[in-house]
Nanobody, 124 residues
Framework: QVQLVESGGGLVQAGGSLRLSCAAS????????MGWFRQAPGKEREFVAW????????DYAEPVKGRFTISRDNAKISVYLQMNSLKPDDTAVYYC?????????????????WGQGTQVTVSS
């Protein structure tokens, strides 16, 4: 069992930055591929970014490429999402998730554990 707790959300103006953190407990984080997803009001939860167990491989959804950076610190059992040049369309609840599987890390179904989410609001 892995418990995930997100933090770092808040209200920011367009063009600003936020850094989300996801703290894990219960198991060694290095066993899991980690992902960030987001869900805007009235929309389905969507993929944002994922990072491999070692941190050597990452990928991003097209809307956030070049603006967001996912990273991890296995020693601190944490995963981060640095978000720069934020836009109002980035407003959503952001969730981190852990996957013990080998497969499609772009899909919600590939993840075994989820945090409770943190709200990010970007004003225009």
């Amino acid at each position: 069992q892995v418990q995930l707790v997100e933090s770092g959300g808040g209200l920011v103006q367009a063009g600003g930055s936020l850094r989300l953190s996801c703290a894990a407990s219960g198991r060694t984080l290095s066993r899991y591929t980690m992902g960030w997803f987001r869900q805007a009001p009235g929309k389905e939860r969507e993929f944002v970014a994922w990072i491999s167990r070692s941190g050597g491989t990452t990928d991003y959804a097209e809307p956030v490429k070049g603006r967001f950076t996912i990273s991890r610190d296995n020693a601190k059992i944490s995963v981060y999402l640095q978000m720069n040049s934020l836009k109002p369309d980035d407003t959503a609840v952001y969730y981190c998730a852990a996957s013990a599987r080998v497969g499609n890390y772009y899909s919600i179904q590939s993840y075994d554990y989820w945090g409770q989410g943190t709200q990010v609001t970007v004003s225009s």
